[in-house]
């Protein structure tokens, strides 16, 4: 038991090497997904026509994706019309555009409940859509998304291990590449855990704390 | 409204070095050998250095080839798709030639004769006689391997193995492990890597089977770097630094 | 010349025709007060005026523009009418002054000092002054209300459109806006209310125009409407209103 415990510290460290890989690729895949998905819900609420089911589609046909099946579709399939696309960039694309049709309910889901009378009440100062977008709706609704969007981030993050499927060195690789030379697969599985864990913990409370400075008296964001 | 600026600021940053990390530094050629470094003796890692009897093959050839080398570390039933698509050059990964996969890929002269092996871990009762007695036990194997084809073909599809008798691993790792616990009885495995585990193991053979395959490098269908590649292992051959080799990793 | 023009406006919503011809116009100085029943496309009426609910056919001028028109610059023309909403619809992510600051900031280009000059300005006017630094969250129903008519005041419009304001507020706070109306009003500020307030209505307003079922009904001064309304429809309604609100008409 001790002799476990042991084994487990003492491997954490070369474990955590695929620490900032795994970061790099859940912050970029989140920035990814929040782009896309702000712009998807917004043609969802307000565009018009076309625009909107094409809209839709997306989120619809992106939500019902499995992240592997994508991850391999861009990174093996797109070679065949010519795209030859590295690894790290598959992932945060195939984590990102999946990413995006969740977030893009969130943050709907956030600009529905924010309800249309902010939007008239800019209209008619003369603010034009756009304006009143970006200076009432989208303050409003990034800070009603921050519970859902903090969730969405803890998600990808524990999806980021996908990498592993295109060759990517991180956390779980490093891991594997020690059982394989000292099979003792339990006690590194649980070091892994372990470090996922911790960052977990450190990226719940910097979004609680953001939270906590963009915070407005009557805005109750739920304890999540 | 600081926020929006560091917002676009995050955006910018983030286009950055997306676009960085994507853009190899495109100088000299290099060669990307795939493998699945989780295969000791032929390809594992310590530390960070890639070791084992393929990994040296590589880099030799790679010096003949007079260019850089890039190994990849990717799943074992990636190495294909990945050759197909254009990831890699070369994939050297105790990979048998097969009829089937020999559609997809081209392979390089044979440099390893390996056979298959039943394990079982040493304190089991079972015992084996003859192939055929397989046929009553969970046997585990590595996905995409000759091992888990023959078992397949000859016992599975001739329904002489239930289909959910041979479980399937994603590498030798979990299939000997859940040997281990006792979740399956035999795990069929390349004889070498058997070798290799049972020095980290409590496992036995149980039996060996004749199957004679051979290794061979995987490179993309009719790429212009094949005869090279093809010319250098042949001379490694020849001049018997590929037994070598072999012999320095496997006793 | 009347400040605003409205011509034979239809506006539906799918197979629901909320309005159904309604003309009107409004001089420059006049306080109108709408009246009806609920659901008779009162508020409909009012978001035509700024356009926040285009009418599907007619025209609608303000000052000679036509805002029906699909060449006008609306975000133009919004800036000269102000919006009361019922729910108050203040931002709330933003402290009271920066409610009153934002169009100046935004719309209209004043630098910050400019901005939250005029926004002071304001605050005053409806009696807000010590309060710039409160969030919508912190402030009373009256209090929203009346920072909501600062914001709108303080794009300096020619028109200023109530559309219920104190139907959302309690009892006891009902006052403090009508009373910013009342000043308003005194001052000489074109206004159109939609409200129950028949006392406000009274007191204050040139015309009642009463709609039901898309129309207008009647339309006439305070005096002649409550003491002697000529439409039978009116007459109910206005007992109606009498019994609920237990005023002598």
Known sequence: ??????????????????????????????????????????????????????????????????????????????????????????????????????????????????????????????????????????????????????????????????????????????GRDLIVSEFRPFEIYLAAALIYFVLFEIFYYLFKFIASRYKVPGYIIAEG | MKQKYFVLFVLALCVFITVISGCAKKTAPVLRIGTNAEYPPFESKEGDSYVGVDMDLARKIAEKLEMEFQIIDMDFDTLIPSLSSNKIDMAISAITITEERQRQVDFSEPYYVANQVIIKKQDSPLTLEKVEDLAKYKVGSQNGTTGQIYLTENFVDKNLMKKDALKKYPTNIEAITDLLNGNVDFVIIDDSAAQGYAKLKPIVTALKIETNESYGIAMPKGSPLNAKINAALKDLMDSGEVISIIQTHIK | MPLVRIENITKSFGKHRVLDGVSFSIEAGAVKVIIGPSGTGKSTLLRCINMLAPPDSGKIWLNDVELTDKKTNLNLMRQKIGMVFQHFALFKHLRAIDNVALGLLRVKGLNRTDAYAVARKNLLKVGMQDHGDKYPAQLSGGQQQRIGIARALAMDPLLMLFDEPTSALDPELIGEVLMVMQNLAKDGMTMVCVTHEMGFAKSVANEIIFMEGGHILESAPPQVMFNNPQNERTRSFLHKIAELYGESL
């Open chain 1, 1 to 174: 038991m001790l002799d476990s415990a042991i084994y487990i510290l003492t491997n954490i460290p070369l474990l955590s090497k695929g620490i900032w890989i795994a970061v790099q690729i859940t912050v970029l895949s989140m920035l990814l997904g929040m782009v896309i998905g702000i712009a998807v819900a917004f043609l969802r609420i307000y565009g018009k026509g076309p625009l909107k089911k094409a809209v839709s589609l997306y989120e619809w046909v992106f939500r019902g994706i499995p992240q592997l099946v994508l991850l391999f579709l861009v990174y093996f399939g797109l070679p065949e019309i010519g795209l030859n696309i590295s690894p790290f960039l598959s992932v945060v694309i195939g984590l990102g555009l999946c990413s995006s049709a969740y977030q893009a309910q969130i943050f709907r889901g956030a600009i529905l409940s924010i309800g249309s009378e902010q939007m008239e009440a800019g209209l008619s100062l003369g603010m034009g859509k756009v304006k009143t977008l970006f200076f009432v709706i989208l303050p409003q609704a990034v800070r009603l998304s921050l519970p859902g969007f903090t969730n969405e981030f803890t998600i990808v993050l524990k999806d980021s291990p996908l990498a592993y499927a295109v060759g990517i060195a991180e956390i779980l690789k490093y």
